[in-house]
């Protein structure tokens, strides 16, 4: 048997980061028994699905590297085929016309609220001649759901789940306009794409019982089911933007790596001994749904940026470099040519180490990519006294001879600290704020290597000659 998953989202917003947990373990638990991962969108909802929420969802997942197997599967597109199910069933004696009014059906629901009851449809059209409908009602069709006993799941997260059938009333599977219910269009669909194994979140568990109904009433073979808790935010409520971000594009725009965030989803409700960085090679090795916790995760942004910024300090250099260049687009007063870039790959070791997100690597490379005058702020401007600039005159002579690599300006620079009397800091400091118009960089010496003679002589030129 070939394992098949799918990841299954409706098109009405942006992609949540629960549902990009989902995806990653359906995709993790497929590749690891070599199986397959599709997507199907489930767009039958009109009103609210939207071609920029499609575009989003295949953009986030693109982005997260979860590749999928096939062509994208739209629901919308097999209505016809959901329908002739329902008809089959109907047939076949398993479901029937219900020619119960809405306008009733409202009324009886809204009387039920108001006396404290739970409302079910009472399957009154069950059993009834459709010759003895009321003129002019369009009928929906009903499942003839088992009343007797229960539903039982074997649920490989859950474990063993029982249901009541007398829980569960006659569902509605195709509308009296002729387009069908979401739980009937999910059983045909993962029927006819031979779905071996639904993951979803635990909020479809209700479902999962109305599913099987389906299931047994067409004789199909079911899924196996595992349903996973959902992700609460750092205080246990429901995750919500008053925790922070919420959608997978959001994580990208703040500077999140996408394998940073694929191994803190991983982690997040799932485990495997004390390993915290997992390569997506070693996920696949190890990830079962048999390890993922029955109870709901919390969100812990801080956790996540601290794991973000190791990956950032373990990715490619190159990467990193085409990362910076692309966030510093638009930024004013920049100039973004080969020169900077290159300044940027020279300095992006020692960058990369006290960046946690791409937001604060882009902005801590920023100064790479102007000219002097460089901006400062209030405290930079003030390390800038008379002393300290006469001083930089001299560390510019210094430089003017000194080899211009990191342990040659780093030698320079001692040997001026030593001759003058003054702690290299003393000399380091007002330096690099001539340099980087701030208070806080890389090493000077791999900083004024960066740069290159020209260039920081120039910006030293430029606060020493005011």
């Known amino acids: 048997m070939t394992v098949r998953t799918r990841f299954a989202p409706s098109p009405t917003g942006p992609l949540h980061i629960g549902g990009v947990r989902t995806a990653l373990f359906n995709y993790l638990y497929s590749r690891h028994h070599g199986g397959e991962f599709l997507l199907r969108i489930e767009d039958t909802d009109r009103e609210r699905s939207t071609q920029e929420a499609t575009q989003g969802i295949i953009e986030s997942l693109d982005w997260l590297g979860l590749a999928r197997d096939g062509q994208t599967v739209f629901q919308s597109t097999r209505m016809a ?11 076949a004696g398993a479901a029937y016309y219900c020619f119960a009014t809405p306008e009733d059906l409202n009324r009886e629901r809204e009387q039920a609220r108001a006396e404290g009851r739970v409302w079910r449809y009472d399957g009154r059209w069950r059993d009834r001649d459709p010759a003895e409908a009321p003129p002019g009602v369009k009928p929906v069709i ?51 794409m031979q779905i071996t194994h639904v993951i979803r979140g635990d909020d479809h568990l209700t479902n999962t019982f109305r599913q099987i109904q389906i299931y047994e009433a067409l004789g199909w073979e079911k899924p196996r089911f595992a349903h996973i808790p959902l992700i609460h935010g750092p205080d246990g409520a429901k995750l919500s933007k008053r925790h922070g971000a919420q959608f997978v594009l959001e994580f990208r725009e703040q500077g999140y790596l996408p394998e940073a965030l694929c191994n803190y989803l991983l982690r997040l409700g799932w485990s495997h001994g004390d390993l915290e960085v997992i390569s997506r090679e070693q996920a696949i090795d190890l990830f079962d749904v048999a390890d993922i916790n029955r109870g709901p995760s919390r969100m812990d942004y801080a956790k996540l940026t601290n794991l973000n910024g190791i990956y950032i300090r373990q990715a490619d250099d190159d990467r990193l470099t085409e990362e910076t260049m692309q966030r510093l687009q638009g930024v004013p007063h920049l100039v973004l040519d080969a020169v900077t870039r290159a300044r940027i790959r020279a300095l992006m070791p020692a960058l990369k180490e006290r960046a946690k997100t791409l937001v604060e690597l882009s902005q801590s490379a920023a100064f790479l990519a102007r000219h002097p005058p460089l901006p400062m702020d209030a405290k930079a401007v003030a390390l800038l006294t008379a002393d300290a600039k006469a001083m930089l005159r001299e560390v510019a002579t210094s430089l003017s001879d000194a080899e211009f690599s990191a342990a040659g300006i780093d030698a320079a620079l001692r040997a001026f600290a030593e001759r003058t009397g003054r702690k290299l800091g003393q000399v380091a400091q007002p330096l690099r704020v001539a340099l980087t118009g701030g208070t806080v960089s890389p090493g000077i010496d791999a900083t004024l290597a960066a740069l290159g003679r020209a260039e920081a002589l120039a910006r030293i030129a430029a606060v020493t000659e005011e």
């Open 81 to 91: 085929r959901h329908a002739e199910v329902a008809r089959d069933l109907l047939a």
């Open 142 to 192: 009903r499942l003839k759901t088992r009343r007797e006993g229960e539903t039982v799941l074997e649920d490989l997260v859950q474990g063993t789940v029982r249901v009541a059938n007398s829980e569960l009333d006659d569902m509605i599977i195709l509308r009296s306009d002729g387009t069908p219910i979401y739980n009937h269009s999910v059983v045909v669909d993962d029927h006819d």
